[in-house]
């Protein structure tokens, strides 16, 4: 393990991904053949952590796996991209998770997961992993493990000076006494408005811009500090909650193949970019780059990019970060 705090710790699931690339997606009841087949290794939190190796960050990643070949191979393969697993933990009487992933011909995708392993890492083992947690300089944690589990990892580091990420997906109702304690939400934009509608039974009356900034003070009021809203080919919206302050930033444009993995790919550069020391702002302008280099690249941790393909474009279009 890394001696110091200077680490990112991403605590949540792995997956093996199957794909099918088709020209559309089948209706209900119907089959669409024609289509292509690959295997990547997926799931949110393994995704994230390989976006934050790969951006520069020591990154630790707490997942669960099954004693099957699948979890094999995910233990091999983010061991090689350099991310410390030492603390993964292995289920023999549950598989591995498996994710089903339609994309169609505009880079569209329709997911379908089984859990598995994913759903059994529990709040004991969390316990028995306090002091990595509190000692990271980043933790984040997505929703494809038990929520007891959540509510235990932003507990324990919450009792530290942590910089405390969720990204509520795949989302389900999230109790008060998680979302204050966390510093940083980044939902997508449905997920932002069905996250508010769980929590405030008041209708949204803006539009467009209005209306994020409108749910995003919703839950600034619960305890969250600040809220990073991601929408795909627009960039993303930052509602800075301590300074009542919205901030743009603007994706490049960009010729979509893939957009699976593609929010993990901005969160997990987040996450790096936090670590190393970057404020908010701009370690956001740096995730949206990185995710728009991601999108145009099939499948999930394949597509990330590494810390130099992401200054380059940024050198090249001239964004200022400081």
């Known amino acids: 393990m890394n001696e110091t705090s200077d680490y990112v710790l991403i605590i949540g699931s792995s997956n093996m991904d199957l794909n099918v690339y088709l020209k559309r997606f089948p209706n209900p009841g119907e089959t669409v053949t024609g289509g292509a087949f690959k295997q990547f290794l997926g799931g949110k939190g393994a995704n994230q952590a390989v976006a934050s190796v790969r951006s520069g960050a020591y990154t630790i990643f707490i997942c669960k796996v099954g004693a099957d070949l699948f979890g094999d191979q995910m233990v091999s393969r983010l061991?090689?991209?350099g991310i410390d697993m030492s603390y993964v933990i292995k289920d023999p009487q549950e598989s591995s998770g498996v994710a089903f992933i339609l994309i169609d011909e505009n880079g569209e995708n329709m997911i379908s997961v089984a859990p598995g392993s994913n759903f059994k890492l529990n709040a004991k083992e969390i316990l028995s992993n306090k002091e990595v947690i509190k000692k990271s300089s980043v933790v984040v944690v997505q929703m494809e493990i038990p929520?007891?589990?959540i509510t235990e990892i932003f507990n324990i580091a919450s009792e530290s000076d942590v910089i405390k990420i969720l990204n509520p997906a795949p989302l389900k109702p999230i109790p008060l006494e998680v979302l204050e304690k966390v510093d940083i939400i980044i939902p997508?934009?449905?997920?932002?408005y069905d996250l508010h509608s769980f929590l405030n039974p008041k209708r949204l009356t803006m539009k467009g811009t209005q209306k994020i900034i409108q749910?995003?003070?919703v839950l600034i009021k619960l305890g969250i500090k600040n809220v990073i809203t991601t929408?795909?080919?627009?960039?993303?919206?930052?509602?800075?909650g301590n300074k009542d302050k919205t901030i743009e930033v603007q994706a490049p444009k960009v010729k979509t193949v893939d957009t699976v993995g593609a929010g993990d790919?901005?969160?997990g550069t987040l996450a790096s970019q936090l670590s190393n020391g970057k404020k908010i702002v701009n370690a956001a302008k740096i995730a949206t780059v990185a995710a728009s280099i991601a999108?145009?690249?099939?499948?999930a941790q394949d597509s990330m990019p590494f810390l130099s393909e992401i200054e380059d474009k940024i050198k090249k279009l001239n964004i200022k970060v400081d």
């Open 79 to 81: 061991t090689e991209e």
């Open 147 to 149: 929520m007891k589990t």
């Open 188 to 192: 997508n934009e449905g997920e932002l």
């Open 215 to 217: 749910a995003s003070k």
């Open 231 to 240: 929408l795909g080919n627009k960039g993303c919206l930052i509602y800075l």
């Open 265 to 267: 790919c901005f969160i």
């Open 295 to 299: 999108v145009t690249r099939k499948g």
